[in-house]
């Protein structure tokens, strides 16, 4: 990766298999996929690099204190986490995939070290997306089976390290991912391998309840997105467990994080109280601070797209499911509990115009309101669109959440400076996180363009001056 006339390298010192502490010799673990997985399991992985600054991070100090710590820490933490250790397998006679763990495996855990500018990588200034491809760690996925998670830490000397994090979409969703990097963090820092009661995962997976059949439907829908991939013709394995092909992240793809601060999403709030009191729809918008985030961000992704009016596009977000389902799943369940909700088609001059912003608000409140339990039945529906979408279309999606404390995660050595969820580079997908201070502001992630990202850069601020 070349930027500014500097070859920046990565140095791989190791590649580790940490097994779980204290776990059972004898002790074999198997989690059948449920629908809300296999919603999810040919979907790129998730990926994340949480960045530590710390100036005392020398080789030595890396070598004898953080990589020490972090991989003891990880194997007790497993030993809470069995199936993360494990792997995605899809026997012959099994009418489905499962997660299975036997005694012995081990989650991959690579020690590297980057001559990178440590504060670039972790700032808020574009610069290419494809500097941080190198500090994700590699997710072994084959036909026949698929890691579970991997992890990366890598040593900036005397500016600090990053954990990276790739993750297997159907074995955990966002929520059950970051209460387990909460958990490897609470033991890194505090050295205890007893976990609090709210990060010890619920493995019963009666619990999520569903019509007869949702499982085989999506296994179909699955089928039928694989035969696009293939011509028309029906794969060669139906049971492979590879991805959806990736596409190449170009060099001129550029990341940008912006921070909208409490008194921004306030601003931005007003100026949409103040422009649906004059139209004509008499119904009131649900102006949380999601919609209002979510609503500008997409606005101004359209805008800086720019193009024909009559493009198509569309938005959509994942909707954590637990507290919707009946009854609650419990908040500790170790899974995927999430739907996703599309909206589409749509046409790029609804947001293109002076009003474009207050119609987004409009839609996503409304979509919001409308989430309800029946959601997760309705999983074949987006399914079935994402796979009918016309070439060119802008599909917008949503990766992380303001809930998920991401900022907390303290290994010992401080909060993060910087978390990116590097995937988002796959898709038209933008990142939300809490803000880094704690004071009630956003975080948003981009991944576009050069071209589009200058323009977008000045739509996000300019917005924020009416």
Not at 63 to 71: A, M, Q
Not at 193 to 212: A, E, F, H, N
Not at 232 to 239: R, T
């Amino acid at each position: 990766m070349v930027t500014k006339g500097k070859v920046s390298s990565l140095n791989i010192i190791d590649v580790a298999r940490v097994t779980p502490s204290n776990s059972d010799s004898s002790e074999s673990l198997t989690l059948p996929l449920t629908f809300f997985d296999i919603l999810w399991y040919k979907f790129h992985s998730v990926e994340r690099v949480i960045f530590y600054k710390l100036t005392d991070a020398t080789r030595p100090f890396f070598d004898s204190v953080i990589v020490p710590n972090l991989k003891t820490s990880l194997s007790s933490s497993l030993s809470h986490y069995l199936p993360l250790a494990g792997k995605l397998v899809w026997e012959p006679l099994d009418p489905k995939p499962s997660i299975v763990y036997t005694p012995n495996d081990a989650v991959s855990f690579t020690i590297a070290e980057s001559n990178a500018d440590f504060s670039r990588l972790s700032g808020n200034k574009p610069f290419p997306s494809t500097d941080l491809h190198p500090l994700v760690p590699e997710l072994h996925v084959s036909d026949d089976s698929a890691s579970a998670v991997s992890f990366q830490v890598t040593l900036f000397p005397n500016q600090g390290f990053c954990i990276g994090v790739n993750a297997h979409h159907a074995v955990l969703d966002g929520k059950t991912t970051t209460m387990f990097l909460k958990s490897w963090a609470y033991t890194c820092k505090n050295q205890d391998s007893s976990l609090p009661q709210d990060l010890i995962p619920t493995y019963d997976r009666t619990v999520i309840k569903g019509p007869p059949g949702l499982d085989t439907e999506f296994l179909n829908v699955w089928s039928s997105v694989a035969k696009m991939f293939t011509g028309g013709k029906e794969p060669e394995n139906p049971k492979s467990l590879k991805l959806l092909p990736s596409p190449e992240i170009s060099p001129d793809v550029v990341r940008y994080t912006v921070d909208l601060t409490r008194e921004d999403i306030q601003t931005l709030r007003e100026r949409l109280k103040r422009e649906s009191s004059v139209s004509s729809s008499p119904k009131e918008l649900r102006l949380s601070t999601f919609v209002i985030v979510y609503s500008y961000a997409l606005t101004c992704l359209i805008k800086a797209r720019g193009g024909d009016p009559n493009r198509p596009v569309g938005y959509g977000f994942a909707a954590d499911c637990r507290s919707l389902m009946d009854p609650p799943v419990p908040s500790s369940y170790f899974g995927n509990c999430v739907s996703t909700y599309l909206k589409l088609p749509l046409k790029a001059e609804t947001f293109m115009g002076e009003e474009g912003f207050l119609a987004a608000a409009r839609m996503v409140s409304d979509s919001v309101e409308a989430l309800d339990e029946s959601i997760a039945w309705k999983i074949p529906d987006p399914l079935g669109m994402f796979t009918a979408l016309p070439p060119g279309s802008q599909l917008l999606s949503v990766a992380g959440s303001t809930r998920f404390g991401v900022y907390g995660l303290d290994f010992g050595w401080g909060r993060p400076e910087k978390v990116v969820v590097v995937s988002i580079d796959q898709g038209e997908a933008i990142s939300i996180a809490e803000s880094r201070d704690g004071n009630g502001g956003v975080e948003v992630g981009f991944s576009l363009k050069k071209h589009e990202m200058d323009v977008l850069i000045e739509l996000l601020h300019n917005g924020l001056k009416h």
